[in-house]
């Protein structure tokens, strides 16, 4: 799976987009880009994922760069619950052990009212 | 529909001592998972399962088994505890393109 490079930590006010950035410049055409996040001491939980269009849903949107190596994560109004680790995951769709997830150190998001 | 449980929430073990961990998801789910998570690290996977009746490695397998008898349950072992396995453990489960975790258990060992 490609390696993701994402910031340590961001700040943000509270109601204003937070915009986090991921690197993926090694990611291969089969590649998705996942993005989890953990709120302090629970499991993950899936936000969205995309191959190569912009991906909406009721969470957050995602924004993937033409040439696929970098993206970003926006959370059009965020609030105080936002405040999380997100994580940045590249990995290949299908079964099997492809549906492992390989976690790295994320970005602490805070969100400050 | 509970999704994914595990117990118990918290334990504290003596180095040597065994115990179990029990993950069960009530989703019907083919593929299951075991993390650890050890303090600013991101998950690092121990065992996983493609069905009832297999398990496989993941990157960190060591000083750990795991069962999966049955398809909604995936146990995981340890024989003798180390102060290393000290960690928080999250089990999980797959459908398609999202994984659905646990709330974790907290294990220390002294």
């Known amino acids: 799976d490609a390696k993701t490079t994402q910031p340590t930590s961001m700040d943000c006010a509270e109601g204003r987009a937070a915009n986090l950035p991921c690197n993926h410049s090694t990611i291969s055409g089969n590649e998705y880009v996942y993005w989890y996040r953990q709120i302090h001491s629970q499991g993950p939980q899936y936000i969205i994922h995309?191959?190569?269009n912009n991906e909406t849903n009721e969470m957050a949107s995602l924004i993937i760069t033409e040439d696929r190596k970098s993206s970003t994560l926006i959370l059009p109004h965020a609030t105080l619950r936002d405040t999380a680790v997100y994580y940045c995951?590249?990995?290949?769709?299908?079964?099997?052990?492809?549906?492992?997830?390989?976690f790295g150190k994320g970005t602490l998001l805070t969100v400050n009212p | 529909n509970a999704g994914v449980t595990q117990t118990p929430k918290f334990r504290v073990l003596k180095t040597g001592q065994s115990m179990t961990l029990l993950c069960a998801q009530d989703?019907?789910?083919?593929?299951m998972y075991w993390y650890r998570q050890d303090p600013g690290m991101g998950l690092r996977l121990i065992h996983y399962s493609v069905g009832e009746g297999t398990t496989a490695k993941g990157e960190v397998p060591d000083g750990y088994n795991v069962s999966r008898l049955k398809k909604q349950n995936f146990l995981l072992g340890l024989e003798s505890a180390a102060p290393s396995q000290t960690s928080v453990y999250f089990c999980?489960?797959?459908?398609?393109?999202?994984?659905?975790f646990g709330p974790g258990t907290r294990l220390t060992v002294t």
């Open positions: 999980a489960t797959t459908r398609f393109y999202e994984q659905y």
């Open positions: 989703m019907n789910h083919e593929y």
């Open positions: 995309g191959l190569k």
């Open positions: 995951i590249v990995r290949v769709a299908g079964g099997g052990s492809n549906y492992k997830l390989t």
